[in-house]
């Protein structure tokens, strides 16, 4: 019964191709994020959504595209991947969108872009 | 100049030592202040959390915020070799803003 879940945990695709990935939180929780942590542990902010409405989008290349079904999944899709992209994504989320609400995190998606 | 500067590490100490994890930030705007712990191959837990100035204590652990320095740090009592992790600052400004995390000290503790 892991609290914030992501699928796959190790993707290894090429350059130019296009993949998903998905997260699901079981916490009834109304805020979900992904962060991109770059080779040097460096934990950035892509995107995040309260009760499915993006509310923060940061200076991420439009190849990325973020999805909300509903407020318990946060999708990622990445066209015409290249190999900057490289990384590890994490998806979190929190109880709301308020500034001290701790964040749950998933263990991570290992992209590695041939 | 980065918003959070944390140094890397890494940082070795030997078992029962107590270990200063620090930050500085640039931006006196930021309001909450966390710590977060990472373990290999895992995602971050949130270890404490501070609002404003001030200490806060939790077991072995002690985060301090001074404001006026743009300063914060984390103490580790009696240190564990479970304690040996990637430690990572964060704070944020307001609701509906993004944290800024520092970018973490691995620390070693050894038996």
């Known amino acids: 019964d892991t609290a914030v879940s992501q699928t796959p945990k190790y993707l290894v695709t090429q350059m130019g191709n296009d993949k998903s990935i998905k997260c699901e939180q079981n916490l009834g929780h109304d805020t979900m994020y992904w962060y991109k942590q770059d080779s040097k542990k460096f934990l950035k902010i892509m995107f995040s959504?309260?009760?499915?409405?993006?509310?923060i989008n940061e200076t991420v290349p439009n190849r990325f595209s973020p999805k909300s079904p509903d407020k318990a999944h946060l999708n990622l899709h990445i066209n015409s991947l290249e190999l900057g992209d490289s990384a590890v994504y994490f998806c979190a989320s929190s109880q709301d969108a308020q500034a001290h609400q701790p964040q749950h995190f998933g263990d991570g998606t290992r992209l590695s872009i041939l | 100049q980065k918003e959070v500067e944390q140094d890397p590490g890494p940082l070795s100490v030997p078992e029962g030592a107590i270990v200063s994890l620090n930050c500085t930030y640039s931006n006196s705007a930021f309001q909450y202040f966390m710590w977060y712990r990472q373990y290999s191959r895992k995602g971050p837990e949130l270890l404490m959390y501070t609002y404003s100035s001030g200490n806060k204590e939790d077991g072995r652990f002690t985060a301090q915020v001074d404001k006026s320095s743009k300063y914060i740090s984390l103490f580790i009592r009696d240190s564990q070799p479970s304690d040996s992790a990637t430690y990572l600052c964060a704070m944020s400004y307001q609701a509906g803003t993004a944290l800024i995390f520092g970018k973490g000290t691995t620390l070693s503790v050894s038996s």
């Open positions: 959504y309260n009760n499915k409405e993006l509310i």
